[in-house]
């Protein structure tokens, strides 16, 4: 890897289960020195996917064992389906095979899915082993890597089944983020942008202004990363197990998460980050519906994550949807409704998002309905 300057280093402030990220340029290859001057002595299971093992496994592993650090590497396959039980029980038995004993390390090396399933396998064997995240794609390295949320998909809905686990260190290599196709940056790029759009105005307008830059790479992309982790570190910091202002994060989710499980976790129909995009103007334009924003506001949104090329209307989702009664069943079976009420992040404004409880369904069947493409 390139030759970088000191990484950027954002602190995750949770007592005595607080950890660093690092972000910067060449940190895969003194992946082992972080890992090791922070847990010595261990031995690591490495988890990552088919796509990732091609291009950064080797230099990984050699950089584990220049510092010490024996691996057992368990390749899965990529994409959305492999965040389920089969895969879940794959890592787990990969680990017990190998002999890692509970203070010993599972690493995840890739993007959200790899992170999710190897955080949650990290949390449940031995009651609970040393984890640490190698974030591979922008959206893992603003968002899944930070703040110990991990879990897994089922056939009732995405991310259903999981635990809180919080890493030990998160290593987020912004140099390998010029390996991801195109359109997986930009599906990272909607996390981004939801940082700016709960609390951060300043921070969307930059992004406004600068997203070309954050694309190109370089200082403006660091910079974008580090504030897209300091917000949600400060998040996670207040509320660890989401029981209040975490769920803000789950801005344009809601909707998000019920578009991915329409089209049965197909990426090539749609990825997490595009439904999050479709879902953040969603809830914006439902905001404007119901009064509480400017449909202005709704628009900028929309123009902006357009100009960067994502999808922003149902209508941009290839093949057929659900009819609306569908889509309303798969938002009601989110991990966000409470007693039966339906619960969104909804907004006054461009970084004023808000948590909205007892939505009535009817108003979200209306809205759907109107938006709906079929």
């Known amino acids: 890897m390139p030759a970088t300057d000191e990484p950027v280093r954002v602190d995750v402030g949770l007592g005595d289960r607080a950890y660093d990220i690092l972000i910067g340029g060449g940190l895969l290859a003194r992946a ?157 790029y909607a996390e981004v942008a939801k940082y700016g759009l709960i609390d951060r105005p300043d921070f969307f307008a930059w992004l406004e202004a600068n997203w070309r830059d954050v694309f190109a790479g370089g200082a403006a992309r660091t910079h974008a990363i580090a504030e897209s982790c300091r917000s949600k570190a400060a998040i996670v910091a207040r509320d660890e197990f989401e029981t209040g202002d975490r769920a803000l994060l789950n801005l344009g989710h809601t909707f998000g998460h019920a578009l991915e499980s329409a089209v049965a976790y197909d990426g090539a129909r749609l990825v997490h980050g595009e439904g999050v995009a479709i879902g953040m103007v969603l ?43 569908r889509l309303l069943a798969y938002i009601a079976q989110d991990k966000k409704v409470s007693r039966g009420a339906l619960t969104f992040i909804l907004t006054h404004g461009v970084g004023r998002s808000f948590i909205a409880k007892d939505v009535p369904a009817s108003e979200v069947l209306s809205f759907i309905e109107e938006n709906h493409p079929g």
Request: glycine share 12%; net charge neutral.
């Open 32 to 188: 082992g020195a972080e890992i090791a001057a922070r847990m010595p002595g261990v031995r690591a299971a490495v988890v990552t996917d088919d796509n990732v093992a091609a291009i950064h496994l080797p230099a990984f592993e050699a950089s584990l064992a220049a510092a010490g650090i024996a691996t057992t590497p368990v390749v899965l396959p990529a994409g959305e389906r492999t965040k389920s039980f089969e895969h879940l029980e794959r890592v787990v038995d990969a680990v017990l095979g190998a002999r890692l004993e509970r203070r010993d390390v599972v690493v995840a090396l890739g993007g959200g899915v790899v992170g999710d399933l190897t955080g949650f396998a990290a949390g449940i064997v031995r009651r609970g082993m040393r984890f640490v995240q190698v974030p591979t794609s922008l959206l893992a390295q603003v968002d899944s890597s930070v703040g110990g949320k991990t879990g897994i998909n089922t056939g009732h809905g995405k991310n259903l089944v999981g635990l809180f686990h919080q890493p030990g260190l998160v290593l987020a290599d912004t140099d390998v983020l010029d390996t991801l196709p195109l359109r997986e940056f930009r599906a990272g």
């Open 283 to 325: 809830a914006h334009r439902f905001s404007a519906r119901l009064n509480q924003c400017s449909p202005d506001d709704a628009a900028r949104v929309e123009a902006h994550l357009k100009a960067v090329g994502l999808p922003t209307r149902m209508g941009d989702i290839p093949g057929t949807l659900p009819d609306a009664a």
